[in-house]
């Protein structure tokens, strides 16, 4: 055991000590606390913590040999007994229909066609371990105290230097908050914000479910505002309405359609954030990872008077496993932001976050980036080209494929199919709000299409298709 073994006495009570302890540790083994083959203490160290004579706690050790649950060796101490493992309760299922089972389906996996998930094949798995060792090591030998709420600062300096050479952002350090992902940056932020119930948010439609779930939970009240070419409709959500307090966008490339958000928008919709003192939550779940040309510059780089909070993470670049994200908080909420993940959301553990500051330090990010665009690229012409040997409607969009399927289509029952054979595309008509009139199309993950692969699945996923419209 590396923690004491944790058992409460009652000395008032009229049974025995070493009859306590005796059912403290067997309860300990039969809940699967203490799992076999887990090590307890000496019973001389057992009885000095808990301040009992140590032939006291001879005697519960001596019986619970008896009753088979532990095994003492002279050579490798005391430890408890292998047994026949009781049978594991099965987890709950979602109910049928929630987001849960939704969440479940969309982020099962690893199965080709998947969407948000990195390649494997261009993952630097060695180079990212070594860091990690690294990095434990580090954070072990480090004082014991409590790090930084915000983030470490060695990560927050690589992250805001990042964002200046390739998303046209100029923050400090200070207006960096690193959180456990992109739901947990939206989550601090909404925190942060505090706009009450039922306030109107706009959200693009189609757009990403768990973020539409995510400010239903916060109690804001959801106005759908549709795409197009030019992204979000920022027209539309002005006449509609005007008086919404939020805004949620994916300005970089469009989730799921891909399309960019035109400069004309852009600047409309800061004008009107500004004069409506609304906020603008932008969500730049792909950063670089722009397969044709040039990423465009970052919303926020055009925001002059703080009303957009900008969320990246390193799901897509990286690994979504890290869970590591963070916030770009205006300058006059940094200290509000602060303040709210010190209290209710900190950062992740160092180690993890000092890995990554290394990774992009030592030039290993951008180089990743480079070979992750070419293989990526290489991987979406495969796609299209297997894909557009039949009659489809079908376009990359970021890092998926859309293939647009007949109106009515059942893309669900498509996706579930699908899913026996080791293939997950994503149904289309999750994205749109429940509300609108959902386009049916399946989405396919470029970055989990081997190209090995390709020529077969895309066949066993049109021949699904065929059979089910």
């Not at 019986?63 to 292998?82: C, F």
């Not at 706009?202 to 549709?226: C, K, N, Q, Y």
């Not at 309405?241 to 600047?267: E, F, N």
């Not at 993890?352 to 070419?374: C, E, I, N």
Request: glycine residues 8%; contains cysteine.
């Amino acid at each position: 055991m590396t923690k004491p073994l944790r058992l409460e006495l009652d000395r008032s009570a009229k049974m025995p000590l070493a009859e306590q302890i005796h059912r403290g540790i067997r309860a300990a083994i039969e809940s699967g606390v203490l799992a076999p083959g887990a090590r307890l203490p000496s019973w001389q160290d057992l009885a000095a913590q808990l301040g009992v004579a140590r032939g006291t706690v001879r005697s519960a050790y001596e019986k619970l040999s008896s009753d088979q649950m532990i095994v003492a060796a002279r050579a490798t101490g005391t430890h408890v007994a292998d047994r026949q493992s009781s049978p594991v309760r099965p987890d709950k299922a979602p109910d049928p229909g929630s987001f849960m089972e939704m969440y479940q389906e969309l982020t099962a996996g690893p199965a080709i066609f998947q969407m948000g998930v990195p390649s494997q094949e261009t993952f630097p798995a060695k180079l990212l371990a070594r860091m990690r060792v690294r990095a434990v090591r580090a954070e072990t030998s480090a004082p014991a105290i409590y790090p930084d709420p915000r983030g470490e600062l060695d990560l927050r300096r690589e992250i805001a230097a990042y964002l200046a050479l390739a998303r046209g952002i100029e923050c400090a350090p200070s207006q960096i908050i690193v959180t456990s992902g992109f739901a947990g940056g939206l989550g601090l932020a909404l925190r942060v914000l505090c706009l009450g119930p039922k306030k109107k948010a706009w959200m693009e439609d189609p757009g990403f479910p768990f973020t539409r779930h995510g400010l239903e939970l916060a109690g804001l009240s959801i106005v759908p505002i549709a795409v197009d070419a030019d992204g979000i409709d920022v027209d539309f959500g002005m006449k509609h309405a005007p008086d919404a307090a939020l805004v949620v966008v994916t300005p970089g490339q469009q989730a799921p359609l891909g399309s960019t958000l035109s400069l004309a928008r852009r600047s409309r919709l800061l004008e009107w954030a500004t004069q409506n003192k609304a906020w603008v939550i932008e969500d730049d779940y792909l950063s670089e990872l722009q397969l044709k040309g040039r990423a465009t510059p970052a919303l926020a780089s055009l925001d002059r008077v703080g009303r957009v909070i900008h969320i990246g993470s390193f799901s897509k670049t990286i690994s979504p496993a890290l869970r590591l994200g963070f916030v770009v908080a205006p300058a006059a909420l940094a200290s509000r932001f602060a303040e709210t993940a010190a209290c209710l959301a900190p950062a992740p553990g160092p180690a993890v976050q000092l890995a990554t500051a290394d990774f992009m330090r030592d030039g290993h990010y951008l180089r990743h980036l480079r070979r992750t665009k070419r293989a990526y690229t290489a991987q979406g012409d495969a796609l299209l080209k297997q894909l557009r040997t039949r009659p489809a409607k079908v376009a990359i969009a970021g890092l998926a494929a859309v293939l647009r399927l007949p109106d009515g289509a059942p893309d669900l029952a498509i996706a579930r199919d699908a899913a026996s054979f080791g293939l997950a595309p994503t149904p289309l008509s999750l994205w749109y709000a429940p509300t609108a009139s959902a386009c049916s199309g399946l989405l396919l993950g470029i970055a989990t299409s081997p190209l090995k692969k390709i020529e077969a699945s895309c066949e066993r996923l049109l021949g699904i298709i065929d059979r089910l419209t």
